[in-house]
Nanobody
Framework: QVQLVESGGGLVQAGGSLRLSCAASGRTFSRYAMGWFRQAPGKEREFVAA????????DYADSVKGRFTISRDNAKNTVYLQMNSLKPEDTAVYYC???????????????WGQGTQVTVSS
C-alpha cells in the first residue's frame, strides 16, 4: 500500500521554474517505480517523466526533455519534478504515480496522488 501526495504547484510566468514534490508513504514504498503525468483541460492524461527507484534511470516525454528533471530523495521518501523554462502549454494538473515499472502507460501504475495545478501565464 502506497499513499502519494503532490505539492508545489502554482502560477508562474512563461520561462520561469517550479518544483513539484510527491511525498510517498507506506511500508513498501521503496519497491515502486514513480512517474509523473499531466492532464490539461480538454485533453487526455499524458506521460511526463518516470523514475526507476532501484536503478535511478529516468525517462522523459519529448515535450519536456531538457526542461524537466525527475529525481528522488529516498531519505525523505519523496520524488521531485523540477520544471524549468516553463511554457503555457505546460499548464495542466500534474499527478504522480507509483507502479512496478517506470513505464509511459498510465494504466500500468497502481497508485496515484490527488494532483496539483500548474498554470503558466504568457
Amino acid at each position: 500500500q502506497v499513499q502519494l501526495v503532490e505539492s508545489g504547484g502554482g502560477l508562474v510566468q512563461a520561462g520561469g521554474s517550479l518544483r513539484l514534490s510527491c511525498a510517498a508513504s507506506g511500508r513498501t514504498f521503496s519497491r515502486y517505480a514513480m512517474g509523473w503525468f499531466r492532464q490539461a483541460p480538454g485533453k487526455e492524461r499524458e506521460f511526463v517523466a518516470a523514475l526507476n527507484w532501484s536503478g535511478g534511470s529516468t525517462d522523459y516525454a519529448d515535450s519536456v526533455k531538457g526542461r524537466f528533471t525527475i529525481s528522488r530523495d529516498n531519505a525523505k521518501n519523496t520524488v521531485y519534478l523540477q520544471m524549468n523554462s516553463l511554457k503555457p502549454e505546460d499548464t495542466a494538473v500534474y499527478y504522480c504515480a507509483a507502479g512496478l515499472a517506470p513505464t509511459r502507460i498510465d494504466a500500468q501504475y497502481t497508485y496515484w496522488g490527488q494532483g496539483t495545478q500548474v498554470t503558466v501565464s504568457s
